[in-house]
């Protein structure tokens, strides 16, 4: 059973243009959405983050919207820029008295076109 | 100079053998986690250890046993081997654990790929 779902395998944008990365749950208590950007042969990277009483957060390029009712979240990169190419991994965590859960999705590749 | 650092970058080994994975991170970070991506690229996190104190343990064999001798360093150790456990292992770091609710940057090492022969 998948808790986190990008349904997703890639996106394809032009350089200035809008890039969307979709990312669903299931679990409504999930505390917290991260999202990672991952380039080949190295490890994930952090990006941004979204605490489950926002529905909004923005940094620089990024911003990573939430829509609890819709149990959706998304990460949108504008200007996208040929850097941007990678595989972008949604998280979700939960966290219960001592202990905790992180849940990733399967990712998204994306690829800018200059 | 590396953040979080893992060796091998690369393990080929038979099946039923005890391999071993190192990590260690020179960011004063409290945390420290190994997650596993299999074949499919789902990433999932198998332990974490909060001050040298195991936080969480998702289901995985325990054929598979994390070991922090200090704050700095979670290395892996897999006993006996099997097909299934070929993968690419990540080791990461964050300063907070997942416990604090709050912002968790999680710094990854560069991965170790496990080919079981």
């Known amino acids: 059973d998948q808790q986190v779902k990008q349904n997703s395998p890639s996106l394809s944008v032009q350089e200035g243009r809008i890039s969307i990365l979709n990312c669903d749950y299931t679990?409504?208590?999930?505390?917290?959405f991260l999202w990672y950007k991952k380039y080949p042969a190295e490890g994930p990277t952090f990006l941004i983050s979204?605490?489950?009483?926002?529905d909004k957060n923005e940094d620089g390029r990024f911003t990573v919207f939430l829509n609890k009712s819709a149990k959706h979240l998304s990460l949108h990169i504008v200007p996208s820029q040929p850097g941007d190419s990678a595989v972008y991994f949604c998280?979700?965590?939960?966290?219960?008295?001592?202990?905790?859960?992180?849940?990733f999705g399967q990712g998204t590749t994306l690829q800018v076109k200059p | 100079d590396t953040a979080v650092s893992q060796t091998p970058k690369y393990l080929v080994t038979q099946m039923g053998n005890d391999k071993s994975i190192k990590c260690e991170q020179n960011?004063?970070?409290?945390?420290m986690y190994w997650y596993k991506q299999d074949s499919k690229k789902f990433l999932k996190i198998m332990f974490s250890?909060?001050?040298?104190?195991?936080?969480i343990n998702e289901t995985v064999p325990n054929r598979f046993s994390p070991k922090s001798p200090d704050k700095a360093h979670l290395n892996l150790h897999i006993n006996s081997l099997e097909l299934g456990d070929s993968a690419v292992y990540f080791c990461?770091?964050?300063?907070?654990?997942?416990?604090?609710?709050?912002?968790?940057?999680?710094?990854f090492g560069p991965g170790t790929r496990l080919t079981v022969l």
């Open positions: 990461a770091s964050s300063q907070g654990s997942l416990l604090d609710r709050g912002d968790n940057e999680q710094f």
């Open positions: 679990n409504s208590m999930f505390d917290y």
């Open positions: 979204i605490s489950s009483i926002k």
């Open positions: 998280a979700a965590m939960r966290v219960a008295g001592n202990t905790g859960k992180l849940i």
């Open positions: 960011l004063g970070h409290d945390t």
């Open positions: 250890y909060n001050n040298k104190e195991l936080i």
